[in-house]
């Protein structure tokens, strides 16, 4: 997506209508009026925006479809030193337009569904959804950047996981194996 600032999205459109005539919409949203995704990250800079770019068009099928890009900053905390990181959030999604439920069931596997009301939908509450779901569940810095990284050279100090000698022979299937052997 271009750097090129460009004007707000809208938040209401007929996306049926924007489908029939294979409607191409970039713009972008600040992330200050996204209620849900502004309580579910750390924070974000002022002025901070989502580009979004949306196509929608129809599918062979005749279904109406709207794939889209976004990319938005924000600070996230990291789980490893809980302190505060700076991510970019970026997300590639193709949505089916559905009007109800049963509409819904009817896509194939690949296509989520976009429930949208019969002339309007809003671009802004979909773009929050597509969000928060690539919101990591547990973002952490870079090993070699985060804080904590001098504590965890104590208990990885080549990288990798450790698992001490005692954990290894706490296995309860070790336990399974040693009575299997003894039999023979």
């Known amino acids: 997506m271009s750097n090129a600032s460009s004007a707000e999205l809208p938040k209401i459109v007929d996306p049926y209508k924007l489908a029939e005539h294979e409607s191409i919409l970039e ?9 849900r995704f502004r309580e579910a990250v750390l924070g974000f800079d002022d002025g901070d925006v989502c580009r979004v770019k949306l196509s929608f068009y129809k599918d062979s099928q005749r279904r109406r479809i709207v794939t889209g890009e976004l990319e938005a900053p924000v600070n996230l905390e990291c789980q490893r030193c809980m302190g505060p990181m700076k991510s970019v959030l970026a997300s590639r999604f193709t949505l089916g337009l559905v009007t109800s ?26 773009t929050e959804d597509e969000l928060l779901l690539v919101l990591a569940p547990y973002p ?30 706490d296995n309860p299937f070790s336990v399974l194996a040693g009575l299997k052997n003894t039999k023979h």
């Open 140 to 169: 952490l810095h870079d090993r070699g950047d985060c804080p904590a990284s001098a504590e965890l050279e104590a208990y990885e100090p080549d990288g990798s996981a450790e698992v001490p000698e005692k954990k290894q022979a």
């Open 101 to 126: 439920d049963e509409q819904a069931q009817g896509l194939p596997k690949d296509l989520e569904p976009f429930l949208t009301d019969d002339f309007s939908a809003d671009l802004w509450s979909m």
């Open 27 to 35: 713009g972008e949203i600040p992330l200050s009026a996204l209620p």
